[in-house]
């Protein structure tokens, strides 16, 4: 099956830092899915990422899939106490394939 | 856009009851749905994928008659913990895709729900 390991675990950035999450998986992935969760509470989709080498921003978060298609990093620019939460890496296997195989999740605290 | 609600967003059982947790696709149709489990300061971890109009698949470990699942309807699916135990208690959150929607990549998912087993 496949597996998703992110890093690092936990994440104490001061507020206006950049940062780096990375989400590595052992296989070569079909979609790659960025989520943001506050504990407790639903998902909120962030990114989805399907062709090697492929980029997308939305305000100050950058998310980019290797060329080999198994590693994806997700940047925030300047970040900001809204920033805070889990960030969670999803994937799935191959096309139509709805299921996803979640990520360890990185938890962000953001000092002010 | 597309909007998956659950319900309830919280409940609280005694131990040996059934508690039973909605999701509802609010604006689309959603042959299949997915339930998942999160625990405390885990990640999510998938327990069956609810097809609308035949059963459920689980995955490895989850038991069938433990957690019941019923797709009774293209926008409806339900998860029933039945004789629920305190080690039960857990985030449940559901998810679906619109199944006639353009692809954009995304997968609803729905606000949550929290049973905790008394």
């Known amino acids: 099956s496949q597996e998703l390991e992110q890093s690092p675990q936990s994440l104490i950035v001061q507020e206006g830092k950049n940062l780096t999450i990375n989400c590595t998986s052992s296989?070569?992935?079909?979609?790659l899915y960025w989520y943001k969760q506050k504990y407790g509470e639903g998902l909120i989709f962030l990114m989805m990422?399907?062709?090697?080498?492929e980029e997308k921003s939305h305000e100050k978060i950058t998310a980019k899939l290797d060329e080999k298609k198994q590693q994806s990093s997700l940047h925030i620019t300047a970040s900001q106490p809204s920033h805070a939460g889990i960030y969670l890496c999803?994937?799935?296997?191959?096309?139509?394939?709805?299921?996803?195989?979640f990520g360890t999740g990185t938890r962000l605290t953001i000092i002010p | 856009g597309a909007v998956v609600s659950q319900h309830p967003s919280w409940v609280i059982c005694k131990s040996g009851t059934s508690v039973k947790i909605e999701c509802r696709s609010l604006?689309?149709?959603?042959?299949?749905m997915f339930w998942y489990r999160q625990f405390p300061k885990q990640s999510l971890m998938l327990m069956a994928t609810?097809?609308?109009?035949?059963?459920?698949?689980?995955e490895q470990g989850v038991e069938k008659d433990k957690f019941l699942i019923n797709h009774a309807s293209l926008t409806l699916s339900t998860l029933t913990v039945t004789s629920a135990h305190p080690e039960d208690s857990s985030f449940y959150i559901c998810?679906?895709?619109?199944?006639?929607?353009?692809?954009?990549?995304?997968?609803?998912f729905g606000e949550g729900s929290r049973l905790t087993v008394l």
């Open positions: 998810s679906a895709r619109d199944a006639a929607g353009a692809d954009t990549g995304e997968l609803f």
């Open positions: 296989k070569t992935l079909y979609g």
């Open positions: 990422l399907q062709k090697g080498g």
């Open positions: 999803g994937a799935d296997s191959h096309f139509g394939n709805e299921k996803l195989t």
């Open positions: 604006d689309f149709q959603a042959t299949t």
């Open positions: 609810s097809n609308e109009g035949s059963k459920a698949t689980y």
